[in-house]
């Protein structure tokens, strides 16, 4: 990651950013030792078996976090979802960092929109990332840009 590592840093040292999320990482195993940050906790999902994509979500180390696995065909997308503990008499929250490349199959995106209806389901929800239709599916009513348009609470 190299000097994009270090404006990160920057970056969130002068900003005092509590959740990052990171979609389209390219990160894998041979990041393992550069991607820390002190003061945060790391979670992350590499993608397997090609270059590029991943996402990551750096949590501070004053929030208390714990990865969920929805368990619907979790290895079909590239999506990380994070509960972080609510204070004293605040509700939870997931937190989704997604990447949806272009060229992501009908039975990705069903997995990817099951997934973000799940966990709207269950708490609030903060969702980061790239949802990146293929513009020529935004400007049709084919069923994957619809199945995005329709998720929970989203616009």
Known sequence: MGNNQ?????CVRLQGYDLIGI??????????????M????????????RQGGGVALY?????EGMELHLGMDEELTESLWVRIKGSTGA????????????????RADEALHSQIGAATHS????LMGGLQPPRH???????R????????GMC
């Open 6 to 10: 270090e404006e990160l840093e920057t």
């Open 145 to 152: 840009a619809q199945a995005i348009r329709e998720v929970p």
């Open 59 to 63: 949590v501070n180390d004053q929030l």
């Open 38 to 49: 002190e003061g945060y906790r790391l979670f992350r999902k590499d993608r397997q078996g």
């Open 137 to 143: 599916l935004l400007e049709g009513q084919h069923s």
């Open 23 to 36: 979609p389209e990482t390219w990160w894998d195993s041979s990041y393992d030792w550069s991607v820390g």
């Open 91 to 106: 509700r939870d929250i997931i937190v989704g960092v997604c990447y949806r490349p272009p060229d992501q199959g009908d």
């Open 123 to 126: 708490q609030a929800l903060v």
